[in-house]
Protein backbone atom coordinates (compact mmCIF):
# COMPACT_ATOMS: atom_id res chain seq x y z
CA UNK A 1 0.00 0.00 0.00
CA UNK A 2 1.49 3.70 -0.96
CA UNK A 3 1.87 5.69 2.02
CA UNK A 4 -0.08 8.80 0.06
CA UNK A 5 -2.90 8.08 -2.31
CA UNK A 6 -3.46 10.99 -4.90
CA UNK A 7 -6.11 10.72 -7.87
CA UNK A 8 -3.91 12.02 -10.22
CA UNK A 9 -6.79 13.63 -12.58
CA UNK A 10 -6.78 15.34 -15.00
CA UNK A 11 -9.79 17.33 -13.45
CA UNK A 12 -11.31 19.94 -15.50
CA UNK A 13 -13.85 22.42 -14.00
CA UNK A 14 -15.39 26.02 -15.77
CA UNK A 15 -14.11 29.21 -14.13
CA UNK A 16 -15.87 30.17 -11.30
CA UNK A 17 -16.22 26.40 -9.87
CA UNK A 18 -15.74 24.60 -6.70
CA UNK A 19 -13.08 22.54 -6.75
CA UNK A 20 -12.02 19.49 -4.72
CA UNK A 21 -8.99 17.84 -4.05
CA UNK A 22 -7.92 14.75 -2.33
CA UNK A 23 -5.47 12.76 -0.23
CA UNK A 24 -5.45 9.51 1.91
CA UNK A 25 -2.62 8.34 3.78
CA UNK A 26 -1.39 5.03 5.52
CA UNK A 27 1.00 6.42 8.18
CA UNK A 28 -0.48 7.25 11.29
CA UNK A 29 2.90 9.21 12.26
CA UNK A 30 2.26 11.89 9.97
CA UNK A 31 1.25 15.12 11.83
CA UNK A 32 1.82 17.70 9.48
CA UNK A 33 -0.10 18.21 6.31
CA UNK A 34 0.45 20.85 2.76
CA UNK A 35 -0.55 21.56 -0.27
CA UNK A 36 1.70 22.73 -3.01
CA UNK A 37 0.70 24.04 -6.48
CA UNK A 38 3.06 23.35 -8.85
CA UNK A 39 3.26 25.23 -12.79
CA UNK A 40 4.43 23.10 -15.66
CA UNK A 41 7.99 23.33 -15.51
CA UNK A 42 8.40 24.81 -12.23
CA UNK A 43 8.98 24.52 -8.34
CA UNK A 44 6.12 23.35 -5.93
CA UNK A 45 4.66 26.79 -4.31
CA UNK A 46 3.60 26.00 -0.55
CA UNK A 47 -0.11 26.69 -0.36
CA UNK A 48 -0.96 25.75 3.07
CA UNK A 49 -0.15 23.63 5.90
CA UNK A 50 -2.32 22.52 8.92
CA UNK A 51 -1.03 20.52 11.87
CA UNK A 52 -4.45 19.23 13.31
CA UNK A 53 -7.72 18.00 12.56
CA UNK A 54 -10.02 20.69 11.20
CA UNK A 55 -10.24 23.51 8.38
CA UNK A 56 -7.60 25.78 7.74
CA UNK A 57 -8.26 28.82 5.30
CA UNK A 58 -6.67 31.28 3.28
CA UNK A 59 -8.51 33.57 0.52
CA UNK A 60 -10.47 30.79 -1.56
CA UNK A 61 -8.44 28.12 -0.19
CA UNK A 62 -9.74 25.83 2.57
CA UNK A 63 -7.53 22.54 3.65
CA UNK A 64 -9.57 20.06 5.85
CA UNK A 65 -7.93 17.54 7.56
CA UNK A 66 -9.48 14.44 9.39
CA UNK A 67 -7.25 12.32 10.96
CA UNK A 68 -9.46 9.74 11.67
CA UNK A 69 -10.19 9.12 8.45
CA UNK A 70 -6.64 9.92 7.52
CA UNK A 71 -8.09 11.94 4.55
CA UNK A 72 -7.25 15.18 3.11
CA UNK A 73 -8.47 17.48 1.24
CA UNK A 74 -7.97 20.80 -0.76
CA UNK A 75 -10.96 23.38 -1.74
CA UNK A 76 -10.43 25.98 -4.00
CA UNK A 77 -13.62 28.71 -4.27
CA UNK A 78 -14.75 30.47 -7.18
CA UNK A 79 -12.12 29.31 -9.47
CA UNK A 80 -9.57 31.00 -11.91
CA UNK A 81 -7.69 30.12 -14.76
CA UNK A 82 -5.07 30.57 -12.90
CA UNK A 83 -5.32 28.19 -10.75
CA UNK A 84 -4.47 25.55 -13.50
CA UNK A 85 -1.56 23.52 -12.06
CA UNK A 86 -0.51 20.28 -10.21
CA UNK A 87 -1.71 19.98 -6.99
CA UNK A 88 0.03 18.16 -4.44
CA UNK A 89 -0.17 16.96 -1.19
CA UNK A 90 2.38 16.04 1.51
CA UNK A 91 3.25 14.83 4.76
CA UNK A 92 5.12 15.48 7.48
CA UNK A 93 6.01 13.45 10.53
CA UNK A 94 7.47 10.05 12.16
CA UNK A 95 10.98 10.28 12.61
CA UNK A 96 11.97 13.21 10.50
CA UNK A 97 9.76 16.44 9.80
CA UNK A 98 12.17 17.37 7.21
CA UNK A 99 11.06 14.63 5.18
CA UNK A 100 8.01 15.51 3.31
CA UNK A 101 6.04 12.44 1.62
CA UNK A 102 4.39 13.88 -1.57
CA UNK A 103 1.21 12.28 -3.48
CA UNK A 104 1.38 11.91 -7.29
CA UNK A 105 0.09 15.33 -7.95
CA UNK A 106 -3.74 16.17 -9.34
CA UNK A 107 -3.85 17.99 -12.54
CA UNK A 108 -6.63 20.99 -12.50
CA UNK A 109 -7.62 22.92 -15.37
CA UNK A 110 -10.11 25.54 -14.89
CA UNK A 111 -11.36 26.83 -18.62
CA UNK A 112 -12.87 30.17 -19.00
CA UNK B 1 14.92 38.12 -4.76
CA UNK B 2 14.65 36.27 -1.42
CA UNK B 3 13.48 32.67 -2.40
CA UNK B 4 15.26 29.94 -3.14
CA UNK B 5 18.01 30.03 -5.77
CA UNK B 6 18.95 26.83 -7.92
CA UNK B 7 21.39 26.85 -10.63
CA UNK B 8 22.30 25.77 -13.23
CA UNK B 9 18.36 25.77 -13.86
CA UNK B 10 19.52 23.40 -17.40
CA UNK B 11 22.56 20.46 -17.21
CA UNK B 12 23.56 18.59 -19.76
CA UNK B 13 25.69 15.88 -19.37
CA UNK B 14 26.63 12.58 -21.12
CA UNK B 15 26.91 8.94 -19.54
CA UNK B 16 29.62 8.79 -16.87
CA UNK B 17 30.31 12.63 -16.17
CA UNK B 18 30.10 14.45 -12.90
CA UNK B 19 26.55 16.58 -12.25
CA UNK B 20 27.06 19.09 -9.58
CA UNK B 21 23.62 20.84 -8.62
CA UNK B 22 23.71 23.83 -6.31
CA UNK B 23 21.46 25.79 -3.89
CA UNK B 24 21.57 28.66 -1.89
CA UNK B 25 18.40 28.64 0.41
CA UNK B 26 16.07 31.52 1.21
CA UNK B 27 17.37 34.25 3.75
CA UNK B 28 17.29 33.35 6.74
CA UNK B 29 17.09 29.71 6.49
CA UNK B 30 19.53 27.17 7.73
CA UNK B 31 17.83 23.67 6.34
CA UNK B 32 18.26 22.64 2.82
CA UNK B 33 16.62 19.58 1.19
CA UNK B 34 16.61 17.57 -2.15
CA UNK B 35 14.18 16.25 -3.81
CA UNK B 36 13.91 14.78 -7.69
CA UNK B 37 11.00 14.37 -9.72
CA UNK B 38 11.44 11.74 -12.65
CA UNK B 39 8.90 11.93 -15.25
CA UNK B 40 5.66 10.86 -14.72
CA UNK B 41 6.19 10.09 -11.30
CA UNK B 42 6.13 12.68 -7.69
CA UNK B 43 8.50 14.27 -5.73
CA UNK B 44 10.65 11.95 -3.76
CA UNK B 45 12.54 12.86 -0.81
CA UNK B 46 16.59 12.76 -0.86
CA UNK B 47 18.51 14.05 1.97
CA UNK B 48 17.74 16.92 4.50
CA UNK B 49 21.12 18.69 5.91
CA UNK B 50 21.74 21.68 7.95
CA UNK B 51 25.46 23.91 7.35
CA UNK B 52 28.06 21.33 7.73
CA UNK B 53 25.83 18.51 8.77
CA UNK B 54 23.55 15.80 7.25
CA UNK B 55 20.11 14.92 9.09
CA UNK B 56 18.54 12.51 6.94
CA UNK B 57 20.01 10.71 3.82
CA UNK B 58 17.60 7.73 3.41
CA UNK B 59 16.10 8.72 0.24
CA UNK B 60 19.51 9.49 -1.13
CA UNK B 61 21.22 6.19 -3.87
CA UNK B 62 23.70 4.66 -2.22
CA UNK B 63 25.87 4.86 -5.30
CA UNK B 64 27.25 7.93 -7.32
CA UNK B 65 25.06 10.46 -4.96
CA UNK B 66 26.19 12.91 -2.61
CA UNK B 67 25.26 15.65 -0.58
CA UNK B 68 26.99 18.45 1.18
CA UNK B 69 25.65 22.14 2.73
CA UNK B 70 29.42 23.36 3.85
CA UNK B 71 29.94 26.35 6.36
CA UNK B 72 30.11 28.88 3.25
CA UNK B 73 28.64 28.92 0.48
CA UNK B 74 25.77 26.88 -1.55
CA UNK B 75 24.62 23.36 -0.78
CA UNK B 76 25.31 21.27 -3.44
CA UNK B 77 24.00 17.74 -4.82
CA UNK B 78 26.88 15.77 -6.70
CA UNK B 79 25.82 12.77 -8.91
CA UNK B 80 29.42 10.65 -9.97
CA UNK B 81 28.94 9.18 -13.48
CA UNK B 82 25.67 9.96 -14.18
CA UNK B 83 23.28 7.23 -16.19
CA UNK B 84 20.68 8.05 -18.40
CA UNK B 85 18.34 7.04 -15.54
CA UNK B 86 19.19 10.09 -13.75
CA UNK B 87 17.55 12.27 -16.24
CA UNK B 88 14.97 14.31 -13.65
CA UNK B 89 13.74 17.85 -11.93
CA UNK B 90 15.94 18.04 -9.06
CA UNK B 91 14.64 20.31 -6.66
CA UNK B 92 15.90 22.61 -3.26
CA UNK B 93 14.01 23.62 -0.48
CA UNK B 94 15.50 25.28 2.61
CA UNK B 95 13.20 26.31 5.78
CA UNK B 96 14.32 27.75 9.33
CA UNK B 97 15.33 25.87 12.09
CA UNK B 98 12.19 25.70 13.40
CA UNK B 99 9.97 24.90 11.12
CA UNK B 100 11.42 22.14 9.00
CA UNK B 101 7.66 20.82 7.63
CA UNK B 102 7.45 24.38 6.13
CA UNK B 103 9.80 23.75 2.71
CA UNK B 104 9.69 26.41 0.28
CA UNK B 105 11.34 25.14 -3.01
CA UNK B 106 13.10 26.74 -6.11
CA UNK B 107 12.94 26.46 -9.49
CA UNK B 108 15.01 23.26 -10.02
CA UNK B 109 17.64 22.07 -12.07
CA UNK B 110 17.08 19.97 -15.06
CA UNK B 111 19.34 17.57 -15.68
CA UNK B 112 19.80 15.49 -19.04
CA UNK B 113 21.99 12.99 -19.51
CA UNK B 114 22.92 11.85 -22.93
Known amino acids: QKEVEQDPGPLSVPEGAIVSLNCTYS??????FMWYRQYSRKGPELLMY????GNKEDGRFTAQVDKSSKYISLFIRDSQPSDSATYLC????????????FGQGTILTVHP | NAGVMQNPRHLVRRRGQEARLRCSPM?????VYWYRQLPEEGLKFMVY????????ESGMPKERFSAEFPKEGPSILRIQQVVRGDSAAYFC????????????FGPGTRLTVT
Open chain 2, 93 to 104: ASSSSGTAYEQY
Open chain 1, 27 to 32: NSAFQY
Open chain 1, 50 to 53: TYSS
Open chain 2, 49 to 56: LQKENIID
Open chain 2, 27 to 31: KGHSH
Open chain 1, 90 to 101: AWAGGTSYGKLT
